[in-house]
């Protein structure tokens, strides 16, 4: 499976955005967000299993990001409202090609699109 992700850009604090993530080829089954700030490492965002019922967040997004996929489980969606600076980070999206279930065991990378809040 491959993954090509984007609609990052350049947003004001409070403001929102949606990323993208389009699968193709081999079944992409539980997905997820991951995200790096510059000089940080890697860090869950967020998750959702292969029917899109069950989904998970990092403490840090809960409440403003939602994550979700389309009916032919082929796009992942991140629906991220009232943004702040501390979210500014490149977005990755990954695709576990075995698993099912909400994890943050993933197989398959997407490339990064770049966030950047600004206050």
């Known amino acids: 499976v491959q993954l090509q992700a984007c609609g990052g850009g350049l947003v004001q604090a409070g403001g929102s955005l949606r990323l993208s993530c389009a699968a193709s080829?081999?079944?992409?089954?539980?997905m997820g967000w991951f995200r790096q700030a510059p000089g940080k490492e890697r860090e869950f965002v967020a998750a959702?299993?292969?029917?899109?019922?069950?989904?998970d967040y990092a403490d840090s997004v809960k409440g403003r990001f939602t994550v979700s996929r389309d009916s032919a489980k082929s796009t992942l969606y991140l629906q991220m409202n009232s943004l702040k600076p501390e979210d500014t980070a490149v977005y990755y999206c990954a695709a576990n090609t075995y698993l099912r279930g909400v994890t943050t065991n993933y197989n398959v990378w997407g490339q990064g699109t770049l966030v950047t809040v600004f206050s």
């Open positions: 080829g081999r079944s992409a089954y539980a």
């Open positions: 959702i299993s292969w029917t899109g019922g069950t989904t």
